[in-house]
């Protein structure tokens, strides 16, 4: 198994938080610390090999997504319960 990132997975799940999230890529590209061009034209492909500093606030800004979808999901459940 390989330790290797992925960028081409790192975008796809970054898109995919973001729809569920219903969270603009402006907004996100505030909190991550990119301009929005950047970030677009990482997720679209347009630049294929950002820095390893671009990776990490990717991945950083991931882990939030993640963590704010968690929150979300245990707000639900406490609410059905």
């Known amino acids: 198994m390989s330790n290797r990132i ?5 975008c796809a799940r970054t898109r995919y938080m ?14 991550i610390g990119l301009t929005h061009v950047s970030l677009k034209n990482i997720l679209t492909g347009r630049t294929p090999n950002p820095t390893c ?3 990490n606030k990717l991945l950083a800004g ?3 997504l993640e963590v704010l979808a968690q929150d979300d999901d245990k707000e639900k459940a406490d609410k059905t319960a």
């Open 6 to 10: 992925n960028i081409n997975e790192i």
């Open 18 to 31: 973001l729809y569920e999230r219903d969270m603009s890529l402006y907004r996100y590209s505030r909190i």
């Open 53 to 55: 500093s671009t990776v």
């Open 62 to 64: 991931l882990e939030v």
